[in-house]
């Protein structure tokens, strides 16, 4: 029986009566050390328990266990598209492209590449820098919206990672915000499963599914994959302080990729039977669709509040952060959030404008570059955000290091 903020010692005596557990944890999120008992209040009855010794009808402990980032990679396709390219095949420019979204570059996969070699390149990097071993690993989290296989990838890129002890890999479905989730993800099987080390990629390949004679939408993504290796530690180390997540499935139809209509006609028979089954075509997804005037409206209202609802949480105001991460869809989005929060641009991380919309990788990419580059250092906190599809969105405060 877990919580966000820790777990319960697994040495629990056998009892035959059951446990009613009542577990109140008030608002979302992770907070820090000191705030954790303010927050959790944990109870619970016992069936029976007059027939059970005062030593044994003991609940089990609350033992708190932190999390902290302690490696990163990135691997990209080698083919680069610029706006000039684009220009070639649709009716724009790179002025016009460039003043409205910051995007001047973008990479993009070709026979050689596939978002699994992406995945695995970017995850060994990762834990090369967090001196980790494959084999080390408690979970793969494959953080992505474009799969390889209808069943997900996660479990083919620890087969090319090489983890010979069979560790969990499962993927995870938010497009945009994935990476984020990802994050809260291992941070609650690391403090509720017993984990010590999960690996959480970010990787799309939207190139896929683009429509690239449709200037709306083909100027703006890009292909990548982005990795961290997140640590068990003491609670004292924690690097997660907080997060906010969200949903609205209202939204969804401003941006999608709907299977499309086959156009099999499923009309009934006269004897009941349905006509035309088994369908003769196979199912396929929809181009990427998107009204950019509701995705960006919906970007500036919610992420603010998503991470101004975190940084509460963790106890921080925004002029204390190091450095506030967004996904990478539109530096009009980035400046926008970053002026709401008061945050100025010298605190922004930003690698749009080669890139283009990454996706899930969109900010474990930009993240390596900044700790590669030396201007993220340890200890630096950072407050980071993902939105898109779902619609979804949600941030995360959290220190690097």
Same mark, same amino acid.
Request: proline share 4%; with cysteine; charged share 20%.
């Given at each position: 029986?877990?919580?966000?903020? !820790?777990?319960?010692?697994?040495?629990?005596?056998?009892?035959?009566?059951?446990?009613?557990?009542?577990?109140?944890?008030?608002?979302? !999120?992770?907070?820090?050390?000191?705030?954790?008992?303010? $927050?959790?209040? /944990?109870?619970?009855?016992?069936?029976?328990?007059?027939?059970?010794?005062?030593?044994?009808?003991?609940?089990?402990? *609350?033992?708190?266990?932190?999390?902290? *980032?302690?490696?990163?990679?990135?691997?990209?396709?080698?083919?680069?598209?610029?706006?000039?390219?684009?220009?070639?095949?649709?009716?724009?420019?790179?002025?016009?492209?460039?003043?409205? %979204?910051?995007?001047?570059?973008?990479?993009?996969?070709?026979?050689?590449?596939?978002?699994?070699?992406?995945?695995?390149?970017?995850?060994?990097?990762?834990?090369?820098?967090?001196? &980790?071993?494959?084999?080390? *690993?408690? +979970? @793969?989290?494959?953080? %992505?919206? #474009?799969?390889?296989?209808?069943?997900?990838?996660?479990?083919?890129?620890?087969?090319?990672?090489?983890?010979?002890?069979?560790?969990?890999?499962?993927?995870?479905?938010?497009?945009?915000?994935?990476?984020?989730?990802?994050?809260?993800?291992?941070?609650?099987?690391?403090?509720?499963? !017993?984990?010590?080390?999960?690996?959480? =990629?970010?990787?799309? %390949?939207?190139?896929?599914?683009?429509?690239?004679?449709?200037?709306? %939408?083909?100027?703006?993504?890009?292909?990548?994959?982005?990795?961290?290796? &997140?640590?068990? /530690?003491?609670?004292?180390?924690?690097?997660?302080?907080?997060?906010?997540?969200?949903?609205?499935?209202?939204?969804?139809?401003?941006?999608?990729?709907?299977?499309?209509?086959?156009?099999?006609?499923?009309? @009934?028979? #006269?004897?009941?039977?349905?006509?035309?089954?088994?369908?003769?075509?196979?199912?396929?997804?929809?181009?990427?669709?998107?009204?950019?005037?509701?995705?960006?409206?919906?970007?500036?209202?919610?992420?603010?509040?998503?991470?101004?609802?975190?940084?509460?949480?963790?106890? +921080?105001?925004?002029?204390?952060?190091?450095? *506030?991460?967004?996904?990478?869809?539109?530096? $009009?989005?980035?400046?926008?959030?970053?002026?709401?929060?008061?945050?100025?641009?010298? $605190?922004? =991380?930003?690698?749009?404008?080669?890139?283009?919309? #990454?996706?899930?990788?969109?900010?474990? +990419?930009?993240?390596?570059?900044?700790? $590669?580059?030396?201007?993220?250092?340890?200890?630096?906190?950072?407050?980071?955000? !993902?939105?898109?599809?779902?619609? #979804?969105?949600?941030?995360?405060?959290?220190?690097?290091?």
């Amino acid at each position: 029986m877990a919580n966000s903020s !820790g777990l319960f010692s697994p040495s629990v005596p056998s009892l035959r009566g059951r446990i009613k557990p009542s577990i109140g944890v008030i608002g979302s !999120g992770i907070w820090s050390p000191q705030r954790i008992s303010k $927050r959790v209040v /944990c109870s619970g009855t016992i069936e029976g328990s007059e027939k059970i010794s005062s030593s044994q009808s003991r609940l089990p402990r *609350l033992v708190s266990k932190g999390c902290k *980032l302690v490696g990163c990679g990135s691997a990209l396709p080698s083919l680069q598209i610029s706006n000039d390219d684009l220009a070639k095949i649709v009716d724009t420019s790179d002025e016009w492209i460039s003043v409205r %979204t910051g995007i001047r570059n973008r990479r993009v996969i070709t026979g050689k590449d596939s978002l699994i070699s992406l995945s695995a390149e970017a995850a060994s990097k990762a834990l090369q820098m967090a001196g &980790v071993d494959p084999d080390d *690993l408690d +979970l @793969v989290l494959m953080c %992505t919206s #474009t799969p390889e296989d209808l069943f997900g990838s996660a479990p083919q890129v620890q087969k090319a990672l090489g983890c010979k002890s069979n560790p969990l890999a499962y993927d995870i479905t938010a497009a945009c915000s994935g990476f984020v989730l990802g994050l809260v993800s291992a941070a609650c099987h690391i403090r509720g499963g !017993g984990f010590k080390n999960v690996l959480v =990629i970010g990787a799309d %390949t939207l190139s896929r599914y683009v429509d690239w004679t449709d200037r709306g %939408t083909c100027i703006l993504f890009g292909d990548a994959a982005g990795a961290v290796v &997140v640590q068990a /530690c003491d609670i004292e180390d924690d690097g997660l302080f907080s997060f906010d997540v969200n949903s609205d499935g209202e939204g969804g139809r401003h941006l999608n990729a709907s299977i499309k209509d086959n156009e099999v006609d499923h009309a @009934v028979g #006269t004897n009941g039977s349905v006509l035309d089954f088994p369908p003769k075509r196979r199912v396929n997804f929809s181009c990427v669709h998107m009204n950019g005037k509701e995705v960006f409206r919906f970007a500036v209202k919610c992420v603010p509040q998503s991470i101004e609802s975190a940084l509460e949480k963790a106890g +921080l105001s925004g002029s204390s952060i190091d450095w *506030l991460l967004l996904h990478q869809a539109n530096q $009009r989005i980035i400046d926008s959030v970053a002026s709401r929060l008061e945050i100025p641009p010298e $605190r922004i =991380i930003s690698n749009l404008a080669n890139y283009g919309n #990454t996706s899930a990788a969109s900010i474990p +990419l930009a993240l390596d570059e900044a700790v $590669r580059s030396g201007k993220v250092k340890s200890g630096h906190t950072i407050a980071t955000a !993902g939105f898109g599809a779902g619609l #979804t969105w949600g941030s995360a405060i959290i220190r690097w290091g």
